[in-house]
């Protein structure tokens, strides 16, 4: 049986009142950041990355559930903004931010994390025409790789931060203006479920950051060392050992971060950790057909709401998420039955179980994608095909 927020699902799609939607369970989410503080130092600031799950609702609830908030554009700061978090507690990161995007975020007194000169230059004149003081952070493109990533966003060339080499360069010129470098953002990959590669990446970060804020004219007062931590999505992947990346941290801020900067703030950004397995996506079967031996459960959902189950999201190797089947008549023990699974689209990309076996499913029967919470609704492609937008609930 499957339950979001405890509500047995089928019950949750009769209160929703139509699918596909997607669900999210603050359970879940309160469990999975009470775990984390466990494992992380205590003095560690939390930061959710809301471009993982944008939902009003759910970025509210980790307005007070976490630290910070990590906004990657204008609309996702107005939603980061509505929450009533302090505005210092909102960075913005992201390549190409617009002039008035750069101007939104001085004028609201968030943080901005700089990703080019020219970036930097556009946000020093916002801030003069305000007659502001901005508070900024360089993000830094590493000058290392991190191995291991399902998406690597830092080390040799990139779009994202400026590379190591360049940011005294940089140093050099804000200081020359009436602007706060708080001090450095590095974020080099997404979805690493290895935690000796996490732990090593945060020690070669922490050694970059502190070289770097030699160049500050005070001491540092932000340190965002970033995050990538993974969550199992596949049949052979293992769980992230938290607890291990948590007592590395540890040991490398009392060694290092403590000694050097008593009064910088660490923080670990985290979207997929935070939400992903805390939410579902909940489709019904449509129609079953057999093709030449194979069975088909063609369901009213599909690529267009949750692209990464298809395996079009990045991914290298199209693998299965884990699926669920929900039947009229409840757990009963009907036998099991190999099934593709598929959505409504036109196109034999819209394929979301590749010969799954679940047990057998009648049309008017939920199917259920798990693993959903981060990188679902508002990482598709939703207007393909032109159906209609499936509703979100947080339970
Ligand atoms: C996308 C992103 C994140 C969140 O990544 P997850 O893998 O979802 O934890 C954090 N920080 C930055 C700068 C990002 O671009």
Redesign the pocket.
Known sequence: MTYVGGVPVRLLAERVGSTPFFAYDRAAIDARVGELRSALPADVHLSY?V??NPMPAVVQHFAQAVDAL?V?SGAEMRVALDTGIEPGAVSF??PGKSVAELTSAVAAGVLVEIESPLEADRLVEAAERLGLRPRVAVRVNPDFEVKGSGMR?GGGAQQFGVDAEMVPMLLKTLHERDVEVAGFHV?SG??NLHADILATAQERTVDLVLRLADDLPGEATYLNI????GIPYYTQDQPLDVALVGSRLEALLASRVRPALPSAQVVI?????LIGEAGVYVTRVVDRKISRGKTFLIVDGGMHHQLAASGNFGQVIRRNYPISVVTASGPADVAEETVQVVGCLCTPLDLLGDKVSLPRAEVGDLVVVHQAG?YGLTASPTAFLSHPAPLEVLV
Do not use: T, V
Request: aromatic share 14%; charged share 20%; proline share 0%.
């Open positions: 990355a471009k993982a990590d990657a990161a992201g966003m974020f997404s979805q970033g995050g990538g931590f950004e985290l979207g997929r950790y981060a």
